[in-house]
């Protein structure tokens, strides 16, 4: 793991959150938006991550016990706070800044105007909604697909059609048979995305009970080697 990396961009989401009113993130929630850092860096550079770390499936999706740990013990001007819910009373681990500190911003990670505007957009669209950024992660980025519990996620299934490898038809002379070859490519290409999004999404909804739903509640303080919780879950066949 690359820890200078996972510095800059733990302080620029933090910095960002804060600069959308966020006192900070969850643990979980900063490891995940991590996570898809990983996925947006590996859709553009053939499989290789940004932060270097070892992500594995474990409980409900992506998750790195290298990570938590670099993330509350050796990232300078941060700090950890615990706190409880409301309603069920259960802890939870705070990450945030620490005050007056200087710290990286998104542009400091130099993962470029792309990623680093997708990672902005989880930001403010999952603040303060853990189980859809749960969810996202879990159904909807390649390295999931297909894993079983315990397996190391695979970054090479993040794939992007490169268009500059296709060259475009003439303008002129277009030809029927031309004209249909450039068709099929479209087709082709059409093919390819939607067979992606297919294999993503091709899941039946869980039906979520109510261990379900308390086990989020309760992943910044179970994440651990020593952890043993057990969600129940029905599912529509």
Request: with cysteine.
């Amino acid at each position: 793991m690359d820890i200078t990396k996972v510095t800059t961009l733990a302080q620029a989401l933090l910095n960002f959150a804060q600069e959308q009113g966020s006192s900070g993130l969850t643990i979980t929630s900063l490891t995940k938006l991590i996570y898809l850092a990983d996925v947006y860096y590996a859709r553009k550079n053939n499989g290789e991550t940004y932060s270097g770390t070892e992500w594995r499936f474990h409980h409900f999706g992506p998750y790195s016990f290298q990570l938590s740990e670099t993330i509350e013990k050796k990232i300078p001007n941060v700090q950890v706070e615990t706190g409880e819910t409301r309603d069920q009373g259960h802890s939870f681990k705070l990450i945030k800044l620490s005050d007056y500190a200087k710290t990286a911003t998104m542009e400091d990670t130099k993962l470029g105007i792309g990623i680093t505007s997708a990672l902005q957009s989880n930001v403010r669209n999952f603040s303060g909604n853990l189980n859809s950024l749960l969810e996202y992660v879990y159904f909807h980025t390649e390295p999931m697909e297909g894993a079983t519990p315990g397996d190391k996620l695979d970054f090479t299934k993040c794939e992007v059609i490169n268009f500059k490898d296709f060259k475009p038809l003439p303008s002129k002379n277009k030809t029927a048979d031309k004209i249909k070859k450039g068709k099929e490519l479209l087709a082709a290409l059409k093919a390819k995305k939607d067979a992606k999004k297919s294999n993503l999404g091709n899941y039946t909804p869980p039906k979520y009970d109510n261990h379900y739903n308390q086990s989020h509640i309760l992943f910044d303080k179970t994440e651990d080697k020593s952890s043993d919780h057990i969600a129940n879950l029905t599912f529509e066949i």
